[in-house]
């Protein structure tokens, strides 16, 4: 079945260490993107790609990085520099025009201790 | 820059209709998204609205006014199924790239 998937669902990680959030898609989508969620609150845009080898910084890039070697995949790495990295973790991904919609991963919990 | 809208909560009764509104502003308008999301679920497409109007899809409907920078989802018949967030998205093109940015999303509960 086509879709696109996130993992692991949860994850647990000490303060300090870097860790990578995996999405991957075989929708043949080439836009993809990361959403971070905080309880109660609406979705705000980490980073976005629109082709393979080039994405661009959303609204709060700061102490998070991407890739984007192959098309079906964009994964998230949230640095010892994100200041408040417990949050939900949603990757998407869209065909390229835009005025489609997108879909959503089942996301990843992400909790530091 | 951008800034959507929406209420942040609202309640209604079983079989009744509601409407949940959205006001946007933004430059590079290229269209606008409806989303529902049950609690640590995902998100899942409701509508898209890029021309003016009324879109209808069997309990929902979605409208647009691109020039007062507005929309409604309107929820007919709703069933408590129907109590979640519903997420206003607006596509933005700018410099060749399309952003999808959200709106903090409207939570309904719908009481029996």
């Known amino acids: ?113 | 820059g951008q800034n959507i809208d929406q209420p942040t909560e609202m309640t209604a009764t079983e079989g009744a209709i509601v409407q949940i509104n959205c006001t946007y502003q933004t430059s590079g308008f290229n269209g606008l998204f409806w989303y529902q999301q049950h609690a640590g679920e995902a998100p899942t497409f409701l509508s898209y609205n890029v021309l003016d109007g009324l879109e209808e899809k069997g309990r929902f409907s979605s409208f647009l006014s691109r020039s007062k920078g507005y929309s409604y989802l309107l929820l007919k018949e709703l069933q408590m199924k129907d109590s979640a967030s519903y997420l206003c998205a607006v596509a933005r093109l700018g410099g060749g790239y399309n952003k999808l940015i959200f709106g903090a999303g409207t939570r309904l509960a719908v009481h029996p």
């Open chain 1, 1 to 113: 079945d086509g879709g696109i998937t996130q993992s692991p669902k949860y994850l647990f990680r000490k303060e300090g260490q870097n860790v990578t959030l995996s999405c991957e898609q075989n929708l043949n989508h080439d836009a993809m993107y990361w959403y971070r969620q905080d309880p109660g609150q609406g979705l705000r845009l980490i980073y976005y790609s629109q082709i393979v080898n080039d994405f661009q910084k959303g609204d709060i890039a700061e102490g998070y990085s991407v890739s984007r070697e192959k098309k079906e995949s964009f994964p998230l790495t949230v640095t010892s520099a994100q200041k408040n990295p417990t949050a939900f973790y949603l990757c998407a991904s869209s065909a390229q025009t835009g005025d489609t919609e997108a879909f959503f991963g089942q996301g990843t919990r992400l909790t530091v201790v």
